[in-house]
């Protein structure tokens, strides 16, 4: 049968092996993890087919992960340099595995802040926690709540070490004023991986959490994220 520019031989099954036809004809769902990742690439590398080298890729991706030896997660954390390390990947390749791992991330963030609920700190830590804990700088994250504790919108406040002396609170509930926030959550990232609190991390606390009860949005929470794991200032009552 030909349709829409792709050959599928229905009596030979011939699309079993050829996933960019095969998700013509039965939709993207019935692709194997390998099948996706070879229908996005469409080619291989010499003697390499397009799904022998994903598997390849799967396979390699898994060495690097750490998190139950999910691969596609592992995949999705390799940088561009890393991914170019496995043999018959490319630059080219390799942004697009990043680019369409991005997207999927994106995606995934904005389905889950539908449903969050901003109250609970384990639950805002897992939501950032894939976002911050690899950056070799400490961002501050101003996280804006609704009155049912629904995200409205998060943004970054500063990079670099959080310092009460350079964490402007005016600018912090600007922001909150501009969008109607009735409660906010600071995060940041600790590079080192180590998420106890430091000395600058509770007075920046503390120097927020009052301008907040002057202006009536209220500091819910201070959350520190470290590598894979996290602390609330709020649950080690320091605020």
Not at 27 to 45: E, F, H, M, V
Not at 51 to 58: H, V
């Amino acid at each position: 049968m030909y349709e829409s520019g792709y050959f599928l031989n229905s009596h030979t099954g011939e699309n079993e092996h050829r996933p960019y036809e095969r998700c013509m004809a039965l939709g993207a769902s019935s692709l194997s993890d390998a099948q996706l990742i070879a229908a996005i690439l469409r080619t291989g590398t010499k003697g390499i087919d397009a799904t022998k080298l994903a598997e390849e890729i799967i396979k390699t991706c898994g060495r690097f992960d750490t998190n139950d030896n999910d691969s596609l997660i592992g995949l999705a954390n390799l940088s561009i340099p890393e991914l170019m390390k496995i043999k018959g990947v490319g630059r080219v390749k390799a942004v697009q595995i990043q680019c369409i791992c991005e997207l999927a991330r994106r995606i995934a963030k904005k389905t889950a802040a539908v449903k969050l609920d901003f109250s609970s700190p384990e639950t805002i830590a897992g939501y950032y926690m894939q976002d911050l804990r690899g950056l070799d700088k400490e961002h501050l994250i101003l996280v804006l709540l609704d009155n049912k504790c629904c995200r409205i919108r998060d943004c970054i406040i500063s990079v670099g070490t959080v310092n009460a002396s350079l964490v402007n609170p005016r600018e912090i509930f600007m922001e909150a004023l501009k969008y109607g926030a009735s409660s906010i959550i600071l995060l940041h990232n600790h590079p080192s991986g180590d998420e106890t609190p430091s000395r600058n991390d509770i007075l920046v606390t503390k120097r927020v959490a009052e301008a907040g009860e002057i202006m009536g949005i209220h500091l819910l929470d201070h959350i520190i994220i470290g590598d894979n794991k996290y602390t609330s200032l709020k649950e080690k009552e320091y605020m």
